[in-house]
């Protein structure tokens, strides 16, 4: 028994049973040994055929694919050990390595999380205790500021230079984080100096059907801001000194912007009213459409002359007022309104006038009316903001 040998066998799910293994040698020749690397003969396991047959009545009948399996694993120990190696091998280096990756990932600190005050620039940062922050807020908004835009000065209120200051707190809440807002100064400083920028009226001259020529709006100058770039460079050297509430001063001229001269070819549509000859002319891109006699205002109520635009529209409105001397009026019914400014006036029909009014008389209280068929057609081709220039 000692020299046949005995190795477990698999029988089954559940049983082992001894399998006798016969050990013989195969001779090599010298000249195969030297070639292959062996010095000595080759063992060879071989199993005797009535252990074979035993087996094959049991596992190989049942689980044939899992007998060659351990047959061809019998026959290769030596590959089969190196391909468990390789296979444990290689899952321990994906482990470690993974979790070496979290090791120097929980170790690197994003640098979002850094702390603010590791990059201030003197002068535009600060750094304040929580419970001093509304002191130090009121003691910047508080300095005097002093806007010059052309000739005019302008303030500049607390609330608004309060915007100016961006302010963090801290992860524990203790401090607050003060950073000036440059774009923010920029901001509210262009926007309020606009407001004395003045935009230039520009001249309309028109050609009528007898072909005589007139302007029918004078044209007049505005203004404009020089540079913004003036008000930037000073921003970026008054923004130094904004934490210190010593003051600030900022100014930018005002420069001329000139009017221009054009037709009634510059505007989409146009409705010209001649307060003085009582006509009324529509140009359509520059093409005269329509021209119609009306009736303007009377001269204690005059029809407002300038240049307009028509912001309100209504097909049938009720129009209440008061008379020059005091007393009210009511006029139901009046029907295709154009609101061209806030008072009340406007180009709308008129029923309660004969035909013959119209052109010959103005007794409105500022409104420019014609008969209700005509100011029906005008009420259809006119749009919101469509342009209206009364003159004299």
Known sequence: MNKIGLTPGVVGNEFVVPQPRIRISIPVTAAESAGAGFSEPIPVNIRPAAVEQSNETFADKRFPLATQALDLMHGHSLITFAVLFLIVGSAAVKVGSGYLSEQVVSNVKPTSVASLSGHTIAGLNLTVDSSQLDSKLQSI????????VGDNKV??????????IKVTPSSDKTKDYLRVDPIAIKTSLTAVANKYAVAPVDQVTVTHPDGSSAVILAGQNGTKLSDLNTIQAQIAEQAKTIMNGSGLKFSTPLVTQNFAAVTPAAFPKLIEVNV??????????????????????????????????????????????????????????????????????????????PLSWFGVINSSHGC?????????????????????????
């Not at 209440?320 to 180009?347: C, E, M, T």
């Not at 209700?372 to 469509?386: L, Q, S």
């Open 141 to 148: 908004a508080s300095q005097p500021v002093t806007f010059s």
């Open 276 to 353: 003085n000859t009582k006509q009324m002319f529509l140009y359509d891109n520059g093409q005269l459409t329509r021209s119609y006699a009306i009736s303007a205002g009377k001269p204690t109520t005059p029809t407002p002359l300038g240049e307009f635009h028509i912001w309100e529209k209504l097909p049938l409105q009720t129009m209440r007022g008061i008379n020059p001397d005091g007393s009210p009026y009511v006029q139901p019914n009046v029907r295709w309104i154009n609101y061209f400014d806030h008072r009340g006036d406007a180009v709308h029909g008129n029923y309660w006038r």
């Open 368 to 392: 420019v009316s014609l008969p209700d068929n005509e100011a029906e057609w005008v009420y259809n081709w006119t749009t919101i903001g469509t342009t209206i220039i009364n003159h004299a």
């Open 155 to 164: 303030s500049v209120d607390q609330g608004t230079i309060k915007t100016w």
